[in-house]
């Protein structure tokens, strides 16, 4: 599984690094259904819960250092992902939205800018849940 060992494999690399260096910043990509559990989306959640699970335990492991884990985990991101779904499943869950459409990846681009750029604003082993473009400003 790419998303779990990819993920364990890149920590395993960097993290020494980053406690040489006494300094780190480790920005993670969940998504919102970590907390919902929708239908037909099994496989992609199990992963990304069991990659939480593990960022929840290294936050642990890195607790009396200078390195940071922030995990980012998005709603609907307007990208080929959102094409597994019935194109009127898609519409229905963008009019739930204030602004009638889901985040674009420039807006999540956006936030993690601001996360990297002041990164004392957020607390190590955060789950930032973004919902909306609301959510962004």
Known sequence: NIILLGSANLYRAAIPHMKKN?????INFLTEAITTFPPRMSSY???????FGLLNCITSELKNTNIKIINISPFFVDSNLIKAYPPKLIELEKMKLPEKR???????????????????????GSNIILHSVEDIR
């Open 45 to 51: 959640v199990s992963a990304k819960c069991a990659l």
């Open 102 to 124: 889901f985040l674009k990846p420039a807006d999540i681009a956006d936030y993690v800018i601001r996360i990297i750029r002041e990164p004392q604003k957020y607390e190590s």
């Open 22 to 26: 006494n300094s780190g910043l480790i």
